[in-house]
T-cell receptor, first 114, second 116 residues
Framework: TQLLEQSPQFLSIQEGENLTVYCNSS?????LQWYRQEPGEGPVLLVT?????EVKKLKRLTFQFGDARKDSSLHITAAQPGDTGLYLC??????????????FGRGTQLTVWP | DTEVTQTPKHLVMGMTNKKSLKCEQH?????MYWYKQKAKKPPELMFV???????INESVPSRFSPECPNSSLLNLHLHALQPEDSALYLC???????????????FGPGTRLTVL
């Protein structure tokens, strides 16, 4: 069961363009984490959103958590080649048998061409 | 310090070999995780240790054997692996759900395992 639907799966754009990645679920999460991963390396935590409606900015990256805490988006303004990587959203829930577990989306492979 | 270290960086082993992957964190985290990741796919959870006790085993084959000697260390013992086990093995740690808070997971750089 894929709890988090992440889209698009692949994104290939030119430097300077804007883009948005979406993560959607029918489940409510306690928090949602966004990671960026480069080939052969571990995922690096970019941000954690916790409160419904929360917006966080990290330079050119804007993260939003839906009001109902079921969905999230990542918007990148003026993408640069250094933004290339695999972007992963992961929802955390602390209920019962799901204790201590992240549910990952399928990932978005972003390529930014110079 | 938000660093999780993993050794070795790369490992090549035959199907009859026994090897171990090691993971270490010094953030005082009480939960540690092993994940398996294939190329361009999300990490797949294998094991979770909470307060040095195995709390989640995602039906992983017995040729993978985890061990948590203390709160800072996590090992994954490998024996009689198959070529399809070749992947990036990631370790992660977090404060642990019992500690409340965000329980953010921090990942190590991974071990690239190739089984011949």
């Amino acid at each position: 069961t894929q709890l988090l639907e992440q889209s698009p799966q692949f994104l290939s754009i030119q430097e300077g363009e804007n883009l948005t990645v979406y993560c959607n679920s029918s489940s409510v999460f306690s928090s949602l984490q966004w990671y960026r991963q480069e080939p052969g390396e571990g995922p690096v935590l970019l941000v954690t959103v916790v409160t419904g409606g929360e917006v966080k900015k990290l330079k050119r990256l804007t993260f939003q958590f839906g009001d109902a805490r079921k969905d999230s988006s990542l918007h990148i303004t003026a993408a640069q080649p250094g933004d290339t990587g695999l972007y992963l959203c992961a929802g955390y829930t602390d209920r019962g048998s799901t204790l201590g577990r992240l549910y990952f989306g399928r990932g978005t492979q972003l390529t930014v061409w110079p | 310090d938000t660093e999780v270290t993993q050794t070795p960086k790369h490992l090549v082993m035959g199907m009859t070999n026994k090897k171990s992957l090691k993971c270490e964190q010094h953030m005082g985290h009480r939960a540690m995780y092993w994940y398996k990741q294939k190329a361009k796919k999300p990490p797949e959870l294998m094991f979770v240790y909470s307060y040095e006790k195995l709390s989640i085993n995602e039906s992983v084959p017995s040729r993978f054997s985890p061990e948590c000697p203390n709160s800072s260390l996590l090992n994954l013992h490998l024996h009689a692996l198959q070529p399809e086990d070749s992947a990036l093995y990631l370790c992660a740690s977090s404060q642990g759900p019992a500690a409340g808070g965000l329980n953010e997971q921090f990942f190590g750089p991974g071990t690239r395992l190739t089984v011949l």
